[in-house]
């Protein structure tokens, strides 16, 4: 609580005061009261206090840690300075020869000296996307340095660089040992390399709740030391020897994997239970999480704000705080199910908080795979590892047997993700909707474990699962939110009380030739890392209208996106554009998926409530790209909303033809065309004058977008305007024809 309050406000400070409460009226017990009340106040002046800087050197020496990678030109990944000094290093790559280089090395088992300069964070496109600040911070990283030229580099010699060369000797193993279907899952499982997990097959496992079998955590762990322990004591070690011996092997064990929270914790906490089987070291296992952690937090403060550190952490302390509720069952199937019960039942609020969703299947899918994982899939693989460094001709033999199973495994998988409606999507809690939950999940466990109540228990659980529910819809509101897509456009409209939900464009990236060396391997989709969270931590799964403006990528490349991720009605395009190539994917996904396609013009309108919506562009004309935008009006009695796409001159002329004559009144208008100077043009920002003016365009235009000759013609009509490379996503509320705009920066 003592770190949040000094991430977020000092105020929740003040909470610590729930927790110390029962030392006063339960207990009495003052020394406890004092000690604890010290302890959160100087864990809130240490988390305060803690910060680092980029050096003003402009030649250092480092090394990268064992998560870097190459991703098409780019060299990037966390490193540590001479100093001490954690940076996330990049180094752009200047040939397809020296990136050959590079991914032939081992990058973590060498000291480099490079000419480096500090490159400016880029900001978060809204609150709910990929923060870099954020994500610097939970690492313990001081800022981003990029290494212009690199002067030398030696290879290490400290037990942590042999460890990595170690680790990197396992995986280039695997690569060259392992079908081709068998590496990512071996290098996720032995190694705790997730890197090679695609999209489809991430999505499949989140969809079933049991992304956390295709990790190193404290069950993986557990079950290599019983192997080990069974093994060695089989063979004739003594007791003693298997415990040292282990106790030596799983720090190592720890860094090979990857050094995840997960990993050290379980790691730790087994050295812990060792010791204490052996009779050498008396500690409660809850002791000695709470070490484990004060430990971590000690090395990397802002590790606590890592959603692995908090999963990982709160499920452990989770199952040990239930041992009574899993003991009252000797039936595995039954202790399975518990486990699984109580782990998502009491991650939920911070499973919500991160990533938006949940998984309903999980509670029964993992009675299936956790047994599954357990019995076959990990000793199997451990196996396999072993025979492809002892008995090659054996490891072919298993591999025959093996891949076939693995493969129908994973088809059964697929088969089982593709079912419907198997996530719960309520959106990012508030903060009284997480006390709720926490209150409730706290009764409910408590009900369970003393056999009395439990359906009082469970409607105290449901109850706040049903505000995080409904809370999202019950909202007067319209609420419009433009998106900071960067060089694009995207905004979605949601009615009051969720009536309805449009989304007029998805945003995307303009590719520019053909794939080739530079080409990342997973490169960034607007659709899928800005577009869909924004909806899903809002709580929206379905869109009534998808609206695509025209058919230029920075407008609807991220669609197909949108499609694959989220529930749409109806596509509403511009006559022509379904002829465009862009448009390929997009009409392919909607047959697949038997999503209308309608393509609308000039007069088609609809109502929602008090709203009318009518579209004042394009006429009946051939398409010609931006001049064909489909231009949207929504109007509540004399407050208009204009949203025109990349209208350019042209267009607005014609528009002006055709509604010289009417009165528009109020209008809060969306900029034609990103600010470009070839619209928004004097007639007709005249003509229009509007109240308040948002600009989409990207930080740093290419195109200059938006144009100074056009942010001159605002200020000399006086117009306020935002922009969302400034501002953000920009948010506006509209009720009673009374606004209000806030933005995410």
């Known amino acids: 609580m003592s770190a949040f309050a000094a991430e977020l406000s000092g105020s929740l400070l003040f909470l610590n005061a729930i927790f110390l409460m029962p030392f006063y009226f339960l207990r009495k017990d003052y020394q406890h009261l004092f000690l604890c009340t010290l302890l959160a106040s100087l864990s809130f002046f240490y988390f305060s206090s803690h910060s680092t800087t980029l050096p003003d050197d402009s030649v250092v020496t480092f090394h990268w840690k064992d998560q870097v990678k190459i991703d098409g030109a780019k060299v990037k990944g966390f490193a540590t300075l001479s100093d001490g000094t954690v940076v996330y290093m990049m180094y752009p790559l200047h040939s397809e020869q020296e ?87 071996a290098e996720a499982l032995l190694i705790g390399d997730r890197s090679g997990m695609d999209r489809i097959l991430q999505k499949e496992y989140q969809t079933l709740g049991i992304t956390h079998l295709f990790a190193i955590s404290g069950l993986h762990v557990g079950l290599l030391t019983f192997f080990i322990r069974a093994i060695l004591l089989r063979i004739g070690f003594r007791k003693e020897w298997v415990i040292y011996g282990l106790l030596i092997f799983l720090p190592i064990y720890a860094c090979i994997a990857g050094g995840a929270p997960s ?84 991650l939920y609020p911070i499973l919500l ?86 209150i409730g999940i706290l009764i409910f466990l ?50 009051p009380y969720r009536k309805a939900v449009y989304v007029i464009d998805t945003g995307g990236v303009v590719h520019f030739g053909e794939n080739d060396w530079k080409t990342p391997e997973q490169p960034f989709e607007i659709g899928r890392n800005i577009v869909v969270p924004y909806l899903k931590a809002k709580g929206i799964t379905k869109i009534d209208r998808l609206i695509i403006s025209h058919a230029d990528m920075d407008h609807m490349e991220g669609a197909d996106e949108v499609l694959e991720e989220l529930k749409v009605k109806e596509i509403q395009l511009s006559p022509g554009s379904e002829q465009e190539k862009a448009m390929d994917g997009v009409l392919g996904l909607a047959k697949e998926q038997n999503i209308p396609v309608q393509l609308v013009k000039e007069g088609v309108n609809w109502k929602v409530g008090d709203y009318q919506f009518q579209y004042v562009a394009p006429e009946e004309r051939i398409y010609d790209g931006n001049d064909s935008s489909l231009v949207l009006m929504m109007k509540k009695e004399d407050l ?75 200020h000399a009509h006086s117009i306020p305007f935002w922009s969302t490379a400034e501002q953000g996503t920009i948010e506006l509320r509209v009720k009673d024809g009374v606004y209000t705009a806030t933005s995410s920066r």
Not at 295 to 311: K, S
């Open 99 to 185: 990136k050959n280089r590079f991914q032939s090395a081992r990058l973590s088992t060498y000291q480099f000296t490079a000419e480096v300069e500090p490159k400016e964070l880029e900001p978060a496109a809204h609150n709910y996307s990929f923060d870099m600040a954020r994500y610097l911070r939970m690492n313990g990283a001081a800022g981003i340095l990029e290494a212009t030229r690199i002067t030398s580099s030696e290879p290490l010699t400290t037990p942590r660089s042999r460890l990595s060369h170690y680790r990197s000797a396992i995986k280039q193993h695997i690569h060259d040992q392992f079908p081709p279907s068998l590496v990512t899952e």
């Open 263 to 346: 990993v050290w914790r379980a790691a730790t906490v087994t050295m812990i239970v060792l010791l204490a089987v052996s009779g050498n070291f008396k500690l409660r296992l809850d002791d000695a999480l709470a070490l484990s952690a004060l430990f971590f937090i000690l090395m990397q403060p802002y590790i606590v704000f890592q959603p692995g550190f908090q999963l990982s952490y709160l499920a452990a302390c989770s199952l040990l705080y239930s041992s009574a509720i899993l003991s009252q069952s000797k039936n595995g199937v039954v202790v399975s199910f518990f486990v699984t019960v109580i782990t998502q039942v009491a």
């Open 353 to 438: 908080y991160h990533f938006y969703e949940l998984s309903i299947s999980s509670f029964i899918a993992n009675l299936f795979y956790v047994p599954l994982y357990s019995i076959v899939i990990l000793p199997a693989n451990l196996l396999l590892l072993i025979c492809t460094c002892v008995v090659p001709p054996l490891a072919d033999n298993l591999f025959f047997i093996y891949e076939p199973v693995r493969q129908w495994i994973g088809n059964m998988t697929t088969w089982f993700a593709s079912f419907p409606y198997q996530m719960w999507t309520p959106g990012q809690p508030d903060g009284v909707g997480s006390a709720l939950a926490v």
């Open 446 to 495: 408590v009900c369970l474990e003393r056999k009395k109540l439990i359906v009082f228990g469970l409607i105290c659980l449901l109850l706040p699962a049903l505000y995080l529910e409904i809370k999202p819809i019950l909202h007067r509101d319209v609420i419009i939110s433009y998106l900071d897509v960067g060089q694009g456009d995207s905004t979605m409209i949601e009615m």
């Open 640 to 714: 208009h909303f204009v949203f025109p796409g990349d209208l350019e001159k042209e267009g607005e002329q014609r528009f002006l033809q055709r509604y010289i004559s009417a009165d528009f009144q109020r209008v809060i208008l969306k900029a034609g065309h990103h600010g470009s100077k070839t619209s928004s043009t004097e007639p007709f920002i005249s003509f229009l004058q509007p109240e308040f003016i948002i600009v989409s365009a990207g930080r740093n235009s290419r195109y200059g977008h938006p144009h100074a000759e056009v942010i001159d013609r605002f």
